[in-house]
Structures are given as structure tokens and as C-alpha cells.
């Protein structure tokens, strides 16, 4: 069971991704989370503070998650970062309308708040890296040492531009299953590249 206050975020996520921040109206919000208007102050006070409630209530997930990860003792280096793709790439598909609200918000915004905690999200992933990077080479289970940066950028970048690109991939290769079966196959065969990408980066050889 989701919160009234979560059932309103999500009503909200939905009109932001569809028609950005500016497009969407607390009354649109309100009839779609099926509440009376005055709730949507009840719980935020404000549209802009319901907007960067959302963004801070999605970025939490994605550090708990993160935060999961470093923690584990049960797993090596190389399992973690499969762990983080097989994650992030989770969150990338079945969180579409937040994903495409971020991309937008990487280009336009000017909520000092928003940039706050896009910066904070990038960062924490780029310390997640750094450390699983220098425990693997120290462990000598990786043997190349990549910029941070540019495997953060591979990773991300690779996910963000195969999921809007998805339904062009579709019909470019003329396929005509039902969505939710090409979506399934599409995500499985783009871990499986981001992987072999990470495993050349990172000079990780599977038997040794």
C-alpha cells in the first residue's frame, strides 16, 4: 500500500515527464491522484515543492540502493558492478517517466534545489565506482585503472540513450512482438553489452 502522499508524487511524476514542470497544473495533479487540491498543499505546500519532494524521493532510493551494494561482503568487486548494472538498469526501465524528467532537468534547470541533488546523485555514484574500482585493483581482480568519470559516463550514458532509443531499435529491426516480450529481451541484451564493456575497461578476465 503507497501513502496519499506517495499516490500524489506518482500522479505527479507521470504529468512532469509528459508535460515538464511548466505543462502541469496542481489541479491536473489532483484529479489524477484523485485527491482534492488542497491536499497537494496539505502535503507540500507548494507545486515546486512537490516537484523537488519527487526528485529527492527517487535519488534516495537510487543512494540506498548504492549504499546496499558497497556494504556487501558476500560478493567480489566484479559481482558489484554486474549488481549495479543489473540495478540501475531496472530502475532506468521501469522508472521511465522520472528518467526522462531528469534528463530534461540536466539541460534546463535552474531549481537550485534540483541541481543540488543531481549533483549529489552523480557524485555518490562516482565515490561508489572510485571504491569498488580501487578495492579490485589492490585485490588485483581488475588490472586496467579507467577514469571514474568516463565508466560512470559508459554506463549511464549507454542506459539513458538505449531506453529513449528503444522503440526506434524496434522498428528498425522490423520486430513484431508484443512490447512487453521485446522489452524484456532488449533490457537482458543491453546488460549483457554493458558488461562486456565494463569487463574490457576494467581488464577483468572471468577464470582467473
Known amino acids: 500500500m503507497i501513502s496519499k502522499e506517495e499516490n500524489i508524487l506518482f500522479a505527479a511524476e507521470k504529468l512532469f515527464a509528459e508535460k515538464g514542470f511548466e505543462g502541469t497544473s496542481t489541479r491536473e495533479i489532483a484529479k489524477t491522484a484523485n485527491v482534492n487540491i488542497s491536499m497537494i498543499s496539505y502535503y507540500f505546500g507548494s507545486k515546486e515543492k512537490l516537484y523537488e519532494k519527487l526528485v529527492e524521493y527517487r535519488m534516495n532510493e537510487g543512494q540506498f540502493f548504492s549504499k546496499d551494494i558497497l556494504e556487501r561482503t558476500d560478493m567480489n568487486e566484479w559481482e558489484k558492478m554486474k549488481k549495479i548494472v543489473d540495478q540501475f538498469s531496472e530502475r532506468v526501465r521501469h522508472q521511465k517517466c522520472f528518467y526522462r524528467i531528469m534528463q530534461r532537468e540536466q539541460l534546463h534547470t535552474k531549481n537550485p534545489q534540483?541541481?543540488?541533488?543531481?549533483?549529489?546523485?552523480?557524485?555518490?555514484?562516482?565515490?561508489?565506482?572510485?571504491?569498488?574500482?580501487?578495492?579490485?585493483?589492490?585485490?588485483?581482480?581488475?588490472?586496467?585503472?579507467?577514469?571514474?568519470?568516463?565508466?560512470?559516463?559508459?554506463?549511464?550514458?549507454?542506459?539513458?540513450?538505449?531506453?529513449?532509443?528503444?522503440?526506434?531499435?524496434?522498428?528498425?529491426?522490423?520486430?513484431?512482438?508484443?512490447?512487453?516480450?521485446?522489452?524484456?529481451?532488449?533490457?537482458?541484451?543491453?546488460?549483457?553489452?554493458?558488461?562486456?564493456?565494463?569487463?574490457?575497461?576494467?581488464?577483468?578476465?572471468?577464470?582467473?
Open 114 to 208: 534540483i541541481i543540488a541533488f543531481l549533483k549529489q546523485t552523480k557524485m555518490g555514484f562516482l565515490s561508489m565506482y572510485s571504491r569498488i574500482l580501487e578495492s579490485g585493483l589492490k585485490k588485483k581482480i581488475f588490472t586496467k585503472n579507467p577514469p571514474i568519470y568516463l565508466l560512470h559516463s559508459t554506463v549511464s550514458g549507454t542506459l539513458f540513450y538505449a531506453s529513449n532509443a528503444k522503440e526506434m531499435y524496434k522498428e528498425f529491426l522490423n520486430d513484431l512482438e508484443e512490447e512487453d516480450i521485446f522489452e524484456e529481451r532488449y533490457y537482458t541484451e543491453l546488460n549483457i553489452h554493458i558488461k562486456y564493456l565494463l569487463k574490457d575497461l576494467l581488464g577483468y578476465e572471468e577464470n582467473q
